[in-house]
């Protein structure tokens, strides 16, 4: 099974996830300004929400690497919001890209709320998700 991952993040804190993603996964983590060069069964995902949506450049990414892409399975962090599977999949299904139901979501700092966050015990976590999607 081809595994690969991809990160959009403003502030460094989706970055943290993504490294440990990529680490127990055993590949490279990279920003979704690298295209997906070969087709990914899975690709982990990672964004946030700005302004109550995600980034243009995660959009643009699933769009334009949807013949690489067999299920996206999501990460990220987000001061206020849960899950960034509703913003994902509205792209995705446009496409014809499959999201994963699975998801892996913590609070992530923002300004002076959920300081230190993520923390070692939401990047353990992650790292757990990700072997067990494997």
Do not use: Q
């Not at 490279?28 to 070969?38: F, G, I, M, T």
């Not at 995902?45 to 013949?67: E, Q, R, T």
């Not at 999949?89 to 979501?105: L, M, Q, S």
């Amino acid at each position: 099974m081809k595994i690969a991952v991809r990160y959009y993040t403003r502030s460094g804190n989706t970055k943290k996830l993504a490294e440990v993603v990529a680490e127990a996964v055993a590949v490279e983590a990279k920003d979704v300004s690298v295209p997906l060069e070969d087709k990914a069964d899975v690709l982990f995902l990672g964004c946030s929400y700005y302004a109550f949506d995600i980034d243009p450049a995660v959009k643009d990414f699933i769009v334009s690497n949807k013949d690489n892409i067999g299920k996206i399975v999501c990460f990220g962090t987000s001061a206020m919001m849960k899950s960034m599977k509703k913003p994902v999949r509205k792209v995705a299904d446009t496409v014809g890209v499959a999201v994963a139901e699975e998801e892996f979501h913590c609070r992530g700092e923002f300004a002076k709320i959920h300081k230190g966050r993520p923390n070692e015990a939401d990047l353990a976590r992650a790292a757990e998700f990700a072997r067990g999607i494997l």
